[in-house]
């Protein structure tokens, strides 16, 4: 063989790879540019390939839309797709006056296929009754929550090449490739944490999820009905809408659409750590001229054109709907790595401006795109938790709290009192716009010394923040607190908050942490005397200062008795 016929017998090869691999490109049904507005979607099933801009291969599923006939979208947007849905651009309407349905899982569901090509999975309950699931609908809230997992769920090496796992002694890492088209906005959340946790390191998930990709390789057919293995399901609790049947099919429920599934069985016995090399914090710092600059308002709503390529650089367009959630077993720990920092100047949005309008698609971005790329996820939820945020570090203790250091001290010596412990610990750079907690002489934020001190044999933590440090004057109260669940992580994200808010205390944050807390003020550094004021000396003050904390502790101890 000459050299130069090699490349002439690789694309050869390759040619006969591609054709007894790939299904056909077929093309069922016109191409859909855009939902339309209230009608209903009454059938989605079928996979076929079509050229892309002439360029590449790409998944697209069959859907039919009440009153027009079959018609393709990217399959991408299967975690958009529930039949019964309407759809208005990018919102999604469930199906109106559906009845709910509870599932405890007893045994295996069994597949069964109607005359159309439609696979389904059926359970039978303790009753005896029947309920059924199309296999896309199971699929789709089971593994298929966003776009990148739909995505991910056609390619060869599957969830290979979307992460890989390694194991330290105290953690598992799942780690995602330097060039990982998934992005870190999926990561946000403890619920989308957990759920791919699952679906990366429980071998029977792993399996099930591949077969999506074996089963449709194995396929003869140009549109293929979507069919797959479900994983192991006895155990699991499911919710759902739909409808009964009617006559001889009275006795069986189909569920339309999944709102909630819950997993008791998965178990992993260590912390599990998301390593994402775009996984950063973004810190808000101010502006090297002392002006921030004034940028127009964001398009909110761009219209949905499934007809184009999205636009290298520009944001996403995240849509996350809360129509379906999912829950594991409550010991499961997840985490995040933060790989780096970066600072930004906050600009200021203009009330005043006319954002422009944009489009948004699904798919990869590229230069000659245009608007913004759609990233459609379920089981999302907006969390207040930041999962970004690296854990807090002790410093060394300042003479700046050798006074509160002196009265915690002697507050342990009081009856039923006793001390066990007193760190520092430099509060978190602030988030947002305010830098309260960062304008001091060295540009770093403020320290705060925290105490633990037992009263009856109820812990309580102390919190003393050193304002002094902040150029401008501040003054904050000692916060008193009693958690009643994990004390360290409730005083990291009380800091947190307290560097967000511009350094004041949240109550309704302390709340929500389980806790409850009390505002402790400090003693006056000056008292009246015969009609003059005068010095309080450093031994009345540090006195004073034991007799208020004391007291407070006492009412919050007592308040917490009561309540319990």
């Known amino acids: 063989m000459k050299l130069n ?113 439609v696979h389904w999975l059926r359970f039978r309950t303790k009753k005896g009754d029947i309920v059924r699931v199309r296999q896309l609908e199971l699929a789709r809230c089971l593994f298929l929550q966003n776009l990148h997992l739909a995505r991910t769920a056609f390619r060869h090496n599957g969830l290979a090449g979307l992460a890989q796992v390694s194991e330290t002694n105290d953690a598992t890492i799942i780690k995602f490739p330097a060039m990982v088209d998934y992005p870190p906005s999926n990561l946000r959340t403890h619920a ?26 194995n396929s003869n057919s140009e549109e293929w009905n979507f069919r797959f293995k479900p994983p192991r399901l006895t155990g699991w609790h499911i919710a759902g809408s739909g409808y009964y049947g009617t006559g001889d099919s009275s006795n069986i429920f189909t569920i339309d659409e999944i709102t909630h599934f819950h997993n008791p069985v998965f178990y992993h016995p260590k912390q599990i750590v998301f390593d994402h090399p775009k996984l950063n914090e973004l810190l808000a710092k101010d502006p090297a001229n002392g002006k921030r600059p004034t940028v127009p308002r964001r398009d909110d709503d761009a219209q949905l054109d499934l007809s184009v390529e999205p636009l290298l650089g520009k944001r996403l367009d995240q849509v996350s709907e809360s129509g379906f959630s999912c ?32 489009t948004t698609s699904p798919g990869h971005a590229t230069e000659r795109g245009s608007g913004q ?53 430099r509060l978190p750079w602030p988030k947002g716009g305010n830098l309260t907690a960062t304008r001091t002489a060295t540009g770093q934020p403020i320290q705060a010394c925290v105490s633990l001190i037992r009263y009856q044999s109820i812990p309580v933590v102390i919190i003393e923040v050193d304002t002094e440090s902040i150029q401008k004057e ?19 994200s009380l800091l947190r908050r307290c560097s967000n808010d511009g350094v004041h205390w949240d109550l309704e944050h302390i709340r929500s942490l389980s806790a409850v807390a009390k505002h402790s003020r400090h003693p006056h550094r000056q008292t009246r005397r015969n009609g003059k004021n005068m010095v309080v000396s450093p031994e009345d003050y540090l006195e004073r200062w034991v007799n208020i904390l004391e007291r407070n502790i006492k009412a919050l101890v007592k308040q917490v008795r009561k309540a319990s």
């Open 474 to 492: 501040h003054t904050l109260s000692t916060l008193v607190v009693i958690f009643s669940k994990n004390a360290a992580d409730g005083v990291a």
């Open 327 to 358: 829950s594991f077993n409550d010991n499961l720990k997840v985490g995040i790595q933060v790989n780096k920092t970066r600072y930004a100047v906050k600009p200021i949005v203009d009330p005043e401006s006319t954002p422009a309008t944009e």
């Open 5 to 117: 016929e090699l490349p002439g017998l690789i694309s050869e090869n390759v040619g006969k790879l591609a054709e007894r691999f790939l299904p056909k490109q077929s093309q069922p049904g016109a191409f859909l540019r855009r939902f339309p507005s209230d009608s209903v979607l009454k059938k989605v099933d079928g996979i076929h390939h079509r050229k892309w801009f002439f360029m590449k291969a790409r998944p697209f599923i069959s859907v039919w839309f009440e009153g027009n006939g079959p018609q393709s979208v990217p399959a991408e947007l299967i975690p958009m797709l529930a039949v019964g849905s309407t759809y208005e651009n990018k919102k999604r309407f469930p199906r109106p006056n559906a009845k709910d349905v509870r599932l405890n899982v007893v045994s295996e569901p069994k597949s069964t296929t109607t005359s159309s090509g």
């Open 192 to 217: 989308a944490l957990t759920h791919l946790s699952w679906v990366v390191l429980d071998n029977d998930a792993r399996q099930s999820f591949g077969s999506i990709l074996n089963f449709w390789m």
């Open 373 to 425: 790329e759609l990233d459609y996820g379920i089981n999302r939820p907006e969390e207040s938790e930041d999962l970004t945020v690296e854990e807090l570090a002790e410093v060394e203790l300042t003479e700046r709290f050798s006074i509160f250091d002196e009265v915690v001290r002697r507050l342990g010596d009081c009856e039923n009192f006793s001390f066990e412990k007193i760190s520092a610990i």
